[in-house]
């Protein structure tokens, strides 16, 4: 079992950054590939950036291209998303997800991650 726990949310201004954090417990965090995924109020929840089990990977969707990057460090078991030039629409839960043994590379498909942390909020006001 893999417990998430998700920090970092908060308020911030257009242009400004956040970096949020995944701290999980276990001892398959290095084994599994790790995602985040947020979802707006009455919108799907959906794909934001992946990162493979050794980091030497990533994937993430057009919408946050260039502008947000993941990272993890595997002695600390802790994911880590950097939201930089964030805008009105980046406002969401945000949830941190460990993907299901065997998956190699991160997709967008919620249903190829089988723990999720209980989520954060960010807020980008204009």
């Known amino acids: 079992q893999v417990q998430l726990i998700e920090s970092g949310g908060g308020l911030v201004q257009a242009g400004g950054s956040l970096r949020l954090s995944c701290a999980a417990s276990g001892r398959t965090f290095r084994t599994r590939t790790m995602g985040w995924f947020r979802q707006a109020p009455g919108k799907e929840r959906e794909f934001v950036i992946a990162?493979?089990?050794?980091?030497?990977?990533?994937n993430s969707a057009v919408s946050v291209k260039g502008r947000f990057t993941i990272s993890r460090d595997n002695a600390k078991n802790t994911v880590y998303l950097q939201m930089n030039s964030l805008k009105p629409e980046d406002t969401a839960v945000y949830y941190c997800?460990?993907?299901?043994?065997?998956?190699?590379?991160?997709?967008?498909?919620?249903?190829?991650?089988?723990?999720w942390g209980q989520g954060t909020q960010v807020t980008v006001s204009s």
């Open positions: 990162i493979s089990r050794s980091g030497g990977n990533t």
């Open positions: 997800a460990a993907g299901k043994f065997g998956l190699i590379v991160g997709t967008a498909s919620p249903s190829d991650y089988d723990y």
